[in-house]
């Protein structure tokens, strides 16, 4: 075995990382703090490819449009919504197409074309699919053979016509998480901003979802200011999250129902918004800005086009930014429960390190910054999907195993 002790070590077999998950878990205390170390542990982020799926010329069953997020079920078959071409392709572990299913509509199990881009799909261990339809404001639930079984509408908050961001099955439970903060289309009576916001989980048992809070968070002083923090959660086995509300590195780990029991820390800093950087970042949104501008023409409709063009350039000359940039940019959570974090690069590169923590909080070890990007999807004995865009910005999809160093294998507890 080589093992190096020094800044940016590199373990290179099995053994070593094998021994330090052997450690005994620790009693649950009200907020147990653990603090990890700032040396990072490298691990090697060239993973095998098991298959690829998604071709602008094939024409045929994986030529996908707008692809709506993936799911693995626990018999490795990968699930695919496409909300252009409204249906969800399944694919089984050699990459083959099993089957289709979902569709355009008014009826049961359909969905409206209006409502495609904001559906959103979680897919449970034993194959069912749970999407959400803003507009009818409940789950459409399928059996694991692609056949509609039922609607559950929402209860509680229903009246404020919530839109969920990306949604996550819970391990081995009739329960999805909404992995960040929940919009509203109505709002509340304007009033003082609150001081917290809520993590949210429903509850897909009976004839109505349930909506319960899975985590209390912070509520940062504007939702307008470029770097403020993001809320991120994702699902723990048991019903916990692991989710991080703050521009510092901490991130939470909670009990079901809510109570913090844990919180990681690792002594990074985050990154001062000076006035260098607030210019620098207002240059690159125009740049932006400006190449996605079509060529002017001379009818009315481009004179209010113009103008509107002329308001979004002004907002983002006069926007609001946060007075520093969080150290973290993105938190998924694995098959078992394993926790992987997006690290912030140096402006203004975004694409920096992702660390793994067990589901305990134990450190794993960091990706370098390019070796990986964060799966889209974890799924059992490893498999895990990527969601790439070739270079005329057509979908495809890139499954990978995880190297037996990284626990992301079949839960016991799912």
């Known amino acids: 075995m080589m093992e190096h002790d020094h800044t940016g070590r590199m373990l290179t077999t099995a053994a070593a990382l094998i021994t330090l998950l052997a450690t005994a878990a620790r009693p649950l205390a009200a907020q147990e703090v653990i603090e990890l170390p700032a040396e990072d542990r490298l691990l090697d982020g060239d993973f095998e490819e098991v298959y690829r799926v998604g071709s602008l010329d094939s024409g045929g069953w994986d030529m996908f449009g707008n692809v709506a997020g993936l799911g693995f079920d626990g018999a490795g078959n990968l699930y695919i919504p496409d909300t252009q071409a409204m ?8 990459g083959s197409l099993v089957r289709q299913f979902i569709g355009e509509g008014e009826g049961p199990g359909e969905f409206g074309r209006d409502a495609a881009r904001v559906l959103r799909f979680a897919v449970m261990r034993d194959g069912r699919v749970a999407v959400y339809d ?22 509680g908050d229903r ?6 961001p990306d949604i996550q099955a819970f391990p081995g439970m009739e329960r999805v998480l909404a992995a960040t903060r929940v919009n509203y289309l109505s709002r509340p009576d304007p009033g003082p901003r609150p001081r917290f916001r809520y993590t949210l989980s429903y509850d897909l048992s009976g004839d109505e979802a349930v909506v319960d809070t899975a985590a209390t968070a912070w509520n940062r002083p504007s939702d307008r200011q470029v770097f403020g923090p993001e809320l991120m959660a994702g699902a723990l086995p048991g019903g916990g999250v692991a989710f991080s509300d703050s521009s ?3 991130i939470k780990l909670t009990a079901p129902g809510g109570r913090v029991t844990r919180i990681v820390t690792r002594p990074f800093r985050p990154t001062p918004v000076t006035d260098r950087i607030r210019r620098s970042e207002i240059e690159r949104r125009l740049d932006a800005f400006e190449a996605r501008q079509p060529a002017a023409g001379d009818s009315a409709m481009q004179v209010a086009v113009q103008r509107m063009i002329e308001a979004q350039r002004a907002g983002i ?25 997006r690290r912030r690069g140096e402006y203004p590169q975004t694409e920096g390190p992702i660390d793994a923590l067990t589901a305990e909080g134990d450190y794993i070890g960091t990706f370098p910054p390019g070796s990986t990007a964060l799966p889209d999807a974890f799924g059992p004995n ?3 999907a990527f969601l790439e865009t070739d270079e005329l910005d057509v979908p495809y999809v890139v499954v990978k195993r995880l190297p ?4 992301n294998g079949t839960c016991a507890a799912c």
């Open 87 to 94: 249906r969800i392709a399944v694919v089984d572990p050699e």
């Open 134 to 155: 803003p507009g009818r404001i409940g789950f459409a639930l399928f059996r694991s053979d692609g056949e509609f079984e039922r609607t559950m509408p929402l209860g």
């Open 159 to 164: 009246e404020r016509w919530p839109i969920l």
């Open 248 to 250: 510092t590195y901490a």
């Open 317 to 341: 000359e006069s926007m609001e930014f946060y007075h520093e940039m969080p150290v973290l940019l993105g938190l998924r959570t694995g098959w078992d429960g394993t926790i992987w974090v």
């Open 382 to 384: 490893g498999l895990v």
């Open 404 to 407: 037996e160093v990284i626990p």
